[in-house]
């Protein structure tokens, strides 16, 4: 099982990411897969969940209306749109369908 979260970076307050978050060695299109962010010195916070078959999403208080999550399952990819950056999204964001983890992509706003 492989799961590789990519498109973080550095982004001025105000500005826009897209992470991608690709997936091999599970059925992709049978599992919800959420975004968990971690930052410097604190826990884990759930962000968002896109739900299998209707793509139903779901988001935290603290990203809903900014955050945008997508799917293609023909791909085995999941997506997040962060739109609207603040410095307390700065984190490492992981993707995972709740058993299996990726590496984490860095977000740095400032």
């Known amino acids: 099982v492989q799961l590789v979260e990519s498109g973080g970076g550095l982004v001025q307050p105000g500005g826009s990411l897209r992470l991608s978050c690709t997936t091999s060695?599970?059925?992709?299109?049978?599992?919800?897969m959420n975004w968990i962010r971690q930052a410097p010195g604190k826990g884990p916070e759930w962000v968002s969940v896109?739900?299998?078959?209707?793509?139903?999403?779901y988001y935290a208080d603290s990203v809903s209306g900014r955050f945008t999550g997508s799917r293609d399952d023909a791909k085995n990819t999941v997506f997040l749109q962060l739109n609207s950056l603040k410095t307390e999204d700065t984190a490492k964001y992981y993707c995972?369908?709740?058993?299996?983890w990726g590496q984490g992509t860095q977000v740095t706003v400032s």
């Open positions: 060695g599970f059925t992709f299109s049978n599992w919800a």
């Open positions: 896109i739900h299998s078959g209707g793509g139903t999403t």
């Open positions: 995972t369908p709740g058993v299996y």
